[in-house]
């Protein structure tokens, strides 16, 4: 995909022979980061282009040589509205807030999700002295959790500390440690998994490891505890890299995907038939808890450190499985 020097505007290479007869729609997401989702909605707009025609059939098959223009309408600004909601605060001084996401609170506004998420309550809590660099609809946001990870999160309140901390992010320096439920044992116990991270050919909407293409993911594990005569393993994971979906991705390609992951993971057939793992099966989110954070701060140059418990959902079950040994 070719980017033209108007960045909303996409242009396909040209349907080789092995994408003949391909659903327009499907071809268009083949070559693009957009979801077929998305691009149907940008095909009903009128924002799909042959030879500067609009194309408007959803089931329009793809021709040897075609090249489609997308043409993108550029984004609606978003003003998220400040609520009242509860945060829980590890730290705050006048330049950040180190703050405990609970699992389920997305992080920034988007599509079906423009109310109760963290920027909402970031907004409500901090009165308007959130940094914008990171765009009006995700004052603050130096970096992310998904909805379903629970665990500590930094937020900049101001541009300075804002550009300190990203650049931790671009260059690693900022250490952050995942606790994870994962299905049977990691062999070896402990290693490092480093491969290329990058957007699955086959579904778009998830993440893949890549023989050629991506991004550089290193993430360093260590087995903490092994329960349930080896049923599922409690793992500590240390990202050396923050690409998306990281975790989730690196433990599915070692086999041992995490607790509760609809995306990435699959219930091992014997966790199913087993009566006692039952609380195990049925866990309603990925098991995945950010449990460590160390950093610099961008402003005084002190190194800040910040662990807190596992998250109490994921606590239970350990503190469950740990009375069967």
Not at 112 to 126: K, R
Not at 178 to 187: C, D
Request: net charge neutral; with cysteine.
């Amino acid at each position: 995909m070719i980017n033209s020097e108007n960045e909303n505007i996409l242009t396909t290479p040209p349907v080789d022979e092995q994408h003949i007869k391909v659903r327009l729609d499907k071809w268009l997401a083949s070559c693009t980061d957009l979801s077929r989702s998305r691009i149907s909605a940008l095909i009903a707009q009128g924002a799909v282009f042959f030879n500067d025609e609009c194309v408007c059939d959803q089931d329009r098959k793809t021709i040897l040589n075609e090249v489609y223009e997308i043409r993108i309408p550029p984004a609606v600004p978003a003003n998220p509205e400040a609520e009242q909601i509860e945060l829980d605060i590890v730290y705050e001084d006048e330049d950040l807030l180190v703050i405990n996401k609970p699992a389920g609170m997305v992080v920034h506004p988007a599509a079906g999700n423009y109310e109760g998420t963290l920027v909402n309550a970031l907004l409500g809590y901090c009165k308007g002295s959130l940094s914008g660099i990171g765009g009006v609809i995700r004052p603050g946001i130096v970096h992310r959790l998904d909805k379903e990870t629970s665990g500590l999160m930094v937020v900049a309140k101001n541009d300075k500390a804002h550009n300190g901390l990203s650049a931790q992010f671009s260059v690693h320096s900022l250490q952050r440690r995942y606790l994870a439920l994962v299905w049977g044992i990691l062999t070896p116990r402990s290693g490092v998994v480093e491969n290329q991270i990058g957007r699955s050919p086959y579904n778009r909407k998830k993440m893949a490891v890549l023989k050629t293409g991506g991004k550089r993911a290193e993430t360093h594990y260590q087995t903490l505890e092994i329960f349930a005569h080896q049923a599922f393993s409690l793992v500590e994971c240390v990202l050396k890299t923050g690409r998306t979906h990281q975790v989730r991705v690196h433990m599915t390609d070692l086999g041992h995907p995490l607790i509760g992951d609809k995306v990435y993971g699959k219930v091992p057939k014997t966790a199913i038939r087993d009566e006692v793992l039952k609380p195990v099966v049925s866990f309603p989110r990925h098991a995945l808890h950010s449990y460590k954070m160390s950093f610099i701060h961008p402003l005084s140059c002190k190194e800040m450190n910040f662990e807190i418990p596992l998250a109490q959902d994921m606590q239970t079950i350990v503190n469950s499985f740990r009375t069967q040994k």
